[in-house]
């Protein structure tokens, strides 16, 4: 698995560079190198390294813009990283209101628009026969491209995030804004891949019909991302605890001695088990398996039950109405390997694992995940690379607020 090389921090933002970032910054320095010809070939050659990483330059300052204006609201923005489409701003969670969502969005553009305009003006300033005339004119239509391309209205782009807050103000209801965001981020994509057939097939251009139908094949993935996390969301924010909890425990008498329990439970299967030790028709809560083989074999046979049980008080207990996504949120902060349910009345209604949650996702999404990866959740205690539910329940938990 590639990993991204970190190359510095801008007001405490880590910047990183995927390796493929490389593969774009020969494409441009061609592209630019060739441009300038005319001025020879080794400054041609020297001002197209030079203008490849300045490009990237204003591609960081964009990002930073919406890095920016989400730290100012509080929200952490843990990475930038320029790649193969450009650049990315990982921030961990989304605004609070649809007015803040737009202020993040409509922040990279602005900067590209500022930068434009500056640009343009220190230009206008220079003697048209220097070389850096031609570069920051050059600079400055670049930014004025990519704040336009950025605006146009579908997820990813940022154009698609500004649509976004705005559906948000005027539905009420963020899943809903993002559904139709995405859509518009998706048809865009596809459109983008028959332009981009069109421009290879009328012009001859393969580079540039090519990348043209990349960027719209990486407009409908992430689009389709968007699509799936806002309803997975929106699932868990409609699931309880009773949803999803089992009933995979033995009950056992809190008055049975350690030697009966031993013979009877732990030596008969081969299996972990999960038991809660009762009396009199109340529990009395859980019982510690570790705990027994600390106690000498010779106390086994008058020793009961009842001195390994913790009670319920102190183990971690949700209720059966606490919603899937705090049940989820309680496992990740916790470092839990289960959590106990609670029913109304105060007794055992189950047990929720990460491999019970996965299970009931499925279920409830028609997710085909085999019996053999969910088993393998609940033994290693972690979700599947591509579903992490412990940090999409956390940016769902802040949006419910």
Request: hydrophobic fraction near 50%; charge should be neutral.
């Amino acid at each position: 698995m590639q990993k991204n090389w970190r190359i510095g921090s801008l007001f405490g933002i880590p910047l990183f560079l995927d390796p493929l970032w490389f593969l774009i910054l020969g494409l441009a320095t061609l592209n630019f190198g060739v441009s300038y010809q005319e001025l020879g070939s080794i400054q041609a050659w020297s001002i197209g390294i030079i203008m490849a990483l300045l490009l990237f330059g204003s591609v960081i300052l964009h990002e930073l813009g919406h890095s920016l204006v989400a730290q100012k609201q509080g929200i952490k923005v843990n990475s930038i990283t320029l790649f193969l489409f450009g650049g990315i701003a990982a921030i961990e969670e989304e605004s609070k209101t649809p007015g803040q969502a737009f202020q993040v969005a409509i922040a990279g553009p602005l900067v590209s628009i500022g930068l434009f305009i500056l640009l343009r003006l220190i230009s206008a300033a220079i003697p048209d026969t220097i070389a850096l005339h031609m570069m920051l004119g050059d600079l400055a239509r670049i930014n004025l491209v990519l704040a336009l391309f950025n605006l146009i209205p579908g997820l990813p782009l940022d154009g698609g995030q500004v649509l976004k807050s705005a559906l948000w103000k005027v539905t009420g209801n963020r899943f809903q804004a993002v559904r139709m965001a995405a859509r518009a981020g998706q048809i865009l994509g596809y459109a983008a891949i028959a332009l981009g057939f069109v421009v290879d097939y009328i012009t001859g251009e393969l580079i540039t019909g090519l990348w043209i139908a990349l960027l719209g094949w990486f407009a409908i993935r992430n689009a389709t991302t968007y699509l799936r996390v806002s309803q997975l969301q929106e699932t868990l924010l409609k699931m309880f605890a009773s949803d999803a909890m089992t009933r995979e425990f033995r009950v056992v008498d809190a008055d049975k001695t350690l030697r009966c329990f031993a013979d009877e439970y732990l030596l008969a299967s081969n299996q972990s088990q999960v038991y809660f030790a009762d009396r009199d028709g109340r529990y009395q809560g859980m019982v510690c398996v570790d705990d027994l083989r600390v106690i000498e074999r010779s106390l086994w046979e008058t020793q009961t039950v009842q001195s390994i049980v913790r009670p319920l008080d102190e183990i971690p207990t949700v209720e059966e109405s606490t919603n899937l996504v705090e049940v989820i949120t309680k496992l990740e902060t916790e470092n839990l390997q289960r959590v106990t349910v609670l029913s109304p009345a105060g007794a055992i209604a189950g047990l929720i694992d990460r491999g019970d949650i996965l299970h009931s996702l499925a279920q409830k999404l028609n997710l085909r995940i085999a019996d053999a990866d969910i088993k393998r959740v609940k033994e290693e205690g972690s979700y599947p690379p591509g579903l992490q539910l412990g940090t999409i329940a956390k940016s769902t938990l802040d949006i419910k607020g």
